[in-house]
T-cell receptor, first 109, second 118 residues
Framework: DAKTTQPPSMDCAEGRAANLPCNHSTISGNEYVYWYRQIHSQGPQYIIHGLKNNETNEMASLIITEDRKSSTLILPHATLRDTAVYYCIVRGYGQNFVFGPGTRLSVLP | GAGVSQSPSNKVTEKGKDVELRCDPISGHTALYWYRQSLGQGLEFLIYFQGNSAPDKSGLPSDRFSAERTGGSVSTLTIQRTQQEDSAVYLC????????????????FGPGTRLTVL
């Protein structure tokens, strides 16, 4: 079973920031938070991951709360091509990735 | 560099036939995973190969499913006597393991093989 809870769907206006929340209240100390996305008919694409510090890369930012029980993926300037299902996954090193239903993000023109 | 590749991209077969799906992982990646995704569903873990260790087959749904990884690189997933419920997209992923932690085992996915059993 997935260790995370995400809203089933969200809308975001093109050009605005998309903030996708994820709850992982049972996360343990050695487990990382990973984000992937899946655009229709494609394989999942890695976005970002983190342990406890906030992370940023060319795709997104990951904000993890101090108690690590929740996190937010931020797409700073969403485009229509960011429309996808976004998966938040908690896993320890070497464990399997368990994908839940994710959040279906629709970026609207 | 080259990503994970899978072939064929689409496979249509008749119920009862055997099929083989192929995965070429990223060069140098020691871990290889197979998942399947039914229409509108999340990813279902099937099997995991790590180096020369015995594979983790805990996700295989029945004994009609098997997989092998030759030479620590290419993998084939075989489904015998296919059934209509086997219709799904079969996804392969690889990761760099075993060195390091965190990012070293980030999984990178291929485009998948869409299997349709008539």
């Amino acid at each position: 079973d997935a260790k995370t809870t995400q809203p089933p769907s969200m809308d975001c206006a093109e050009g605005r920031a998309a903030n996708l929340p994820c709850n992982h209240s049972t996360i343990s100390g050695n487990e990382y938070v990973y984000w992937y996305r899946q655009i229709h008919s494609q394989g999942p694409q890695y976005i970002i991951h983190g342990l406890k510090n906030n992370e940023t890369n060319e795709m997104a930012s990951l904000i993890i709360t101090e108690d690590r029980k929740s996190s937010t993926l931020i797409l700073p300037h969403a485009t229509l091509r960011d429309t996808a299902v976004y998966y938040c996954i908690v896993r320890g090193y070497g464990q399997n990735f368990v994908f839940g239903p994710g959040t279906r993000l629709s970026v609207l023109p | 560099g080259a990503g994970v590749s899978q072939s064929p991209s689409n496979k249509v077969t008749e119920k009862g036939k055997d099929v083989e799906l192929r995965c070429d992982p990223i060069s140098g990646h020691t871990a290889l995973y197979w998942y399947r995704q039914s229409l509108g569903q999340g990813l279902e873990f099937l099997i995991y190969f790590q180096g020369n260790s015995a594979p983790d087959k805990s996700g295989l749904p029945s004994d009609r499913f098997s997989a092998e990884r030759t030479g620590g690189s290419v993998s084939t997933l075989t489904i015998q006597r296919t059934q209509q419920e086997d219709s799904a997209v079969y996804l392969c992923a690889s990761s760099r393991l075993p060195s390091g932690g965190g990012g070293a085992d980030t999984q990178y996915f291929g485009p998948g093989t869409r299997l349709t059993v008539l």
